[in-house]
């Protein structure tokens, strides 16, 4: 009997630690990583050429991939040719939205193809002096054309890296900021300040590849 209920123990003990060790072997499940394209995203501004720009920031949140009015569940803001990020602190331009979040963000040469990885020491975060992401002909997102065709057009091979306001990672590159995005877009005809763009967007907590 005591040799039966000792055998009966031993096997019991190895049954869980088996159990155990299966549960420590246990891969989380990731969500899979979004790629998405975002079309006349509108993002108008009051002013400009001289005069004091004002308006509001039209925001955006790639977790739910729309458009938002939330003060903080917010990623990146559009007016105009700027884009910030929701992280670090306001320039002090009028209307534009407190930093509520610790997003970041770089820009970096490449495709949306060849970009696989975030270098989270490139990220930087918007200041009172300046935005995360330049503004200026080709100083960061965009080339203007001067005269005499006026045209703002994405500067080719640029794919901005962003770090969410919540500590999630997205890639992005922008198309067109014309409506509809025409393959030949004429800046006396097609109305500006519309945004085309492809996205991917990462879910996962602390990765850092797409």
């Given at each position: 009997m005591?040799t039966?209920?000792?055998?009966?123990?031993?096997l019991l003990s190895?049954?869980f630690?088996?159990?155990?060790n299966d549960?420590?072997?246990?891969t989380?499940?990731?969500?899979?990583?979004?790629?998405?394209?975002?079309?006349?995203?509108?993002a108008p501004?009051?002013g400009g050429?001289?005069q004091?720009?004002s308006?509001?920031?039209?925001?955006?949140n790639?977790a739910?991939g729309?458009?938002?009015?939330?003060?903080?569940e917010?990623?990146i803001?559009?007016?105009?040719t700027?884009?910030?990020?929701n992280g670090?602190?306001?320039l002090?331009?009028t209307?534009?939205?407190?930093?509520?979040g610790?997003?970041?963000?770089?820009i970096?040469d490449?495709?949306?193809s060849?970009?696989t990885e975030?270098i989270?020491?490139?990220?930087?975060q918007?200041?009172?002096?300046?935005?995360?992401?330049?503004?200026?002909?080709?100083?960061?997102?965009?080339?203007y054309?001067?005269p005499?065709?006026?045209l703002i057009n994405?500067t080719p091979?640029?794919i901005?890296v962003?770090?969410?306001?919540?500590?999630?990672y997205?890639k992005?590159?922008?198309?067109?900021?014309?409506?509809?995005?025409?393959a030949?877009?004429?800046a006396?005809v097609d109305?500006?300040r519309y945004?085309t763009?492809n996205?991917?967007?990462?879910?996962?907590?602390?990765v850092?590849?797409?």
């Open positions: 005591k039966i209920k000792l055998l009966t123990f031993v190895i049954g630690i088996a159990c155990s549960d420590n072997d246990v989380p499940v990731l969500l899979p990583v979004n790629s998405e394209a975002v079309s006349n995203l509108h501004q009051n050429q001289g004091p720009v308006g509001t920031f039209t925001k955006f790639f739910t729309q458009e938002t009015t939330s003060d903080t917010w990623d803001a559009f007016r105009g700027t884009i910030i990020i670090g602190t306001s002090g331009t209307d534009e939205p407190d930093r509520t610790n997003g970041a963000v770089y970096t490449g495709s949306m060849t970009v975030v989270t020491e490139n990220l930087v918007d200041s009172s002096s300046s935005y995360a992401i330049a503004t200026g002909s080709g100083n960061g997102w965009y080339t054309a001067g005499p065709s006026h994405p091979g640029k901005i962003i770090r969410t306001h919540d500590g999630k997205a992005v590159e922008i198309l067109s900021y014309y409506k509809d995005a025409p030949n877009p004429d006396f109305e500006s945004f763009f996205y991917v967007y990462q879910p996962n907590d602390n850092t590849t797409f």
